[in-house]
């Protein structure tokens, strides 16, 4: 499975951007992670894929980030209003295969794709 993500870029603060990851196969969990410069990576948000019934998000970003899919397009979206300065990071879209359980662990997800940078300025 290949995961490509798109849509990120240079905003201001409390600005909105929409990532997008679209995935080449079949995959269970979708999530989103991020990894700011000298930090560890992140959980930010994540979703299962057929149905879309489970959302699961980071405290720091609940209210603020959507996490959605669009199946006839094999695509996940992040949704991110009200952009912050230390939202800043690499966002990275990530996939369990299809019979893994729903998870936010980043260990347990098997597909990465390249990422993309998200720069808020203030």
């Known amino acids: 499975v290949q995961l490509v993500e798109s849509g990120g870029g240079l905003v201001q603060a409390v600005g909105s951007l929409r990532l997008s990851c679209a995935a080449s196969?079949?995959?269970?969990?979708m999530g989103w992670f991020r990894q700011a410069p000298a930090k560890e990576r992140e959980f930010v948000a994540a979703t299962n894929w057929q149905s879309g019934t489970i959302r699961y998000y980071a405290d720091f970003v609940k209210g603020r980030f959507t996490i959605s899919r669009d199946n006839a397009k094999n695509t996940v979206y992040l949704q991110m209003n009200s952009l912050e300065p230390e939202d800043t990071a690499v966002y990275y879209c990530a996939a369990t295969p299809p019979r893994e359980a729903f998870t936010i662990t980043l260990s347990d997800y098997t597909y990465w794709g390249q990422g993309t940078q998200v720069t808020v300025s203030s």
């Open positions: 196969g079949l995959t269970y969990t």
